[in-house]
T-cell receptor
Framework: AQSVSQHNHHVILSEAASLELGCNYS??????LFWYVQYPGQHLQLLLK??????LVKGIKGFEAEFIKSKFSFNLRKPSVQWSDTAEYFC????????????FGTGTLLAVQP | NAGVMQNPRHLVRRRGQEARLRCSPM?????VYWYRQLPEEGLKFMVY????????ESGMPKERFSAEFPKEGPSILRIQQVVRGDSAAYFC????????????FGQGTRLTVV
């Protein structure tokens, strides 16, 4: 069965530190990849997505992610985090013919200390 | 342009009662998806509905759970005879086109069974 792994469950950073959150998926065919963010008390919001083309994807709020097919990875990065980036981050995949279903990782809770 | 609206935000039910969760999709969206997030887990797909039709219910528990998306009104996720293990956050998403690639999420309903 397809699965998505997020290696870091809790991450604590100071403001201005760089961020990289890992995401690996198990499906070997065509994939669509997503990062979502959920700020406290708010809805799940799309940060960025990859369908095809340039494997380096830029999203909102200064986030980017790189699709590395050979490593089955789609890591999320931000060069300098802010206190307002405190949230839970979810990686998700739509794979192959199962185009109706997003398969989510377990999420990473990021706390940024001022 | 209102987003996906879910209500209630929080719902407390005693064991054996029924829970009804509502989801109003974004304007112009006729595709609705329900996901469940159990504690310490990622979101898991439950069901995909188009107006008046269930398209994919492969993630729905076999008993006690049902979903509908009538011609008029919100989509309803219904859980009969709730048990403690049903305590979770239930998220709804909607899209204009079929499939989950362009889905927008609501804030979720947190169900607590006591």
């Amino acid at each position: 069965a397809q699965s998505v792994s997020q290696h870091n469950h809790h991450v604590i950073l100071s403001e201005a530190a760089s961020l990289e959150l890992g995401c690996n998926y198990s499906y070997g065919g065509t994939v669509n990849l997503f990062w979502y963010v959920q700020y406290p008390g708010q809805h799940l919001q799309l940060l960025l997505k990859y369908f095809s083309g340039d494997p380096l994807v830029k999203g909102i709020k200064g986030f980017e992610a790189e699709f590395i097919k050979s490593k089955f990875s789609f890591n999320l990065r931000k060069p300098s985090v802010q206190w307002s980036d405190t949230a839970e981050y979810f990686c998700a995949v739509i794979s192959g013919g199962a185009t109706n279903k997003l398969i989510f990782g377990t999420g990473t809770l990021l706390a940024v200390q001022p | 342009n209102a987003g996906v609206m879910q209500n209630p935000r929080h719902l407390v039910r005693r064991r054996g009662q029924e829970a009804r969760l509502r989801c109003s999709p974004m304007k112009g969206h006729s595709h609705v998806y329900w996901y469940r997030q159990l504690p310490e887990e990622g979101l898991k797909f439950m069901v995909y509905l188009q107006k008046e039709n269930i398209i994919d219910e492969s993630g729905m528990p076999k008993e006690r759970f049902s979903a509908e998306f009538p011609k008029e009104g919100p989509s309803i996720l219904r859980i009969q005879q709730v048990v403690r293990g049903d305590s979770a956050a239930y998220f709804c998403a909607s899209s204009r086109e079929p499939g989950g690639r362009e889905a927008f999420f609501g804030q979720g309903t947190r169900l607590t069974v006591v």
